[in-house]
């Protein structure tokens, strides 16, 4: 059975970095793309980065670009998601999602219980 | 990019009704869409990928169809569990947009 864990979340003041883990288990983690999507409280989803199974090509949102980074530990089967220089928008629900390629298409098919990040002084 | 719209933002339905949502592509995705499931307080749930293919365990009143720009998913006879927000995203490419939600409410 596929599980996705997410920590690493918390309260943290505008300007300061947190990293976020997703404990992955339940498949070959070093083969399947990996990423992250979050939710502002009452907002909608919105995709934030991913990343290739070997680590080696990793996306953006125009949002988080330059400030957060994507990264992965296929020896510790987990995901990373590096944040720096947050912002009051940032807070949200971090969500790590696996990434089922089917075709042309990337779907999101297994999805972590995510972790809140709430930025605010 | 690509933007993602959804209608209606909302919808008031009974148990037994036949649902229907629809989303637009800015552009054309060919059949790369995907459908998700979420309720509140937990995480999205992948119910339709590539337009039209039901993911394992989904219930089959559960139908995706469209392809190009239009989508719809249909829900054909709305159960209880079915209350939920429903999203679309574009899975063409980076950035993987999002639709803004349909949520269905019980009338």
């Known amino acids: 059975e596929v599980q996705l864990v997410e920590s690493g979340g918390g309260l943290v003041q505008p300007g300061e970095s947190l990293r976020l883990s997703c404990a992955a288990s339940?498949?070959?983690?070093?083969?399947?793309?990996m990423t992250w999507v979050r939710q502002a409280p009452g907002k909608g989803l919105e995709w934030v980065s991913g990343?290739?199974?070997?680590?080696?090509?990793?996306y953006y949102a125009d949002s988080v670009k330059g400030r957060f980074t994507i990264s992965r530990d296929n020896s510790k089967n987990t995901l990373y998601l590096q944040m720096n220089s947050l912002r009051a928008e940032d807070t949200a629900v971090y969500y790590c999602?696996?990434?089922?390629?089917?075709?042309?298409?990337?779907?999101?098919?297994?999805w972590g219980q995510g972790t809140l990040v709430t930025v605010s002084s | 990019d690509i933007q993602m719209t959804q209608s209606p933002s909302s919808v008031s339905a009974s148990v037994g009704d036949r649902v229907t949502i629809t989303c637009r592509a800015s552009?054309?995705?060919?059949?790369?869409l995907a459908w998700y499931q979420q309720k509140p307080g937990k995480a999205p749930k992948l119910l339709i990928y590539a337009a039209s293919s039901l993911q394992s365990g989904v219930p089959s009143r559960f139908s995706g169809s469209g392809s190009g720009t239009d989508f719809t998913l249909t829900i054909s006879s709305l159960q209880p569990e079915d209350f939920a927000t429903y999203y679309c995203q574009q899975a063409n490419s980076f950035p993987s947009i999002f639709g803004g939600g349909t949520k269905v409410e019980i009338k």
């Open positions: 999602a696996k990434i089922y390629y089917y075709r042309a298409g990337s779907f999101f098919d297994h």
């Open positions: 552009q054309t995705i060919s059949r790369w």
């Open positions: 339940g498949f070959t983690f070093r083969i399947d793309a």
């Open positions: 990343i290739s199974g070997s680590g080696n090509s990793t």
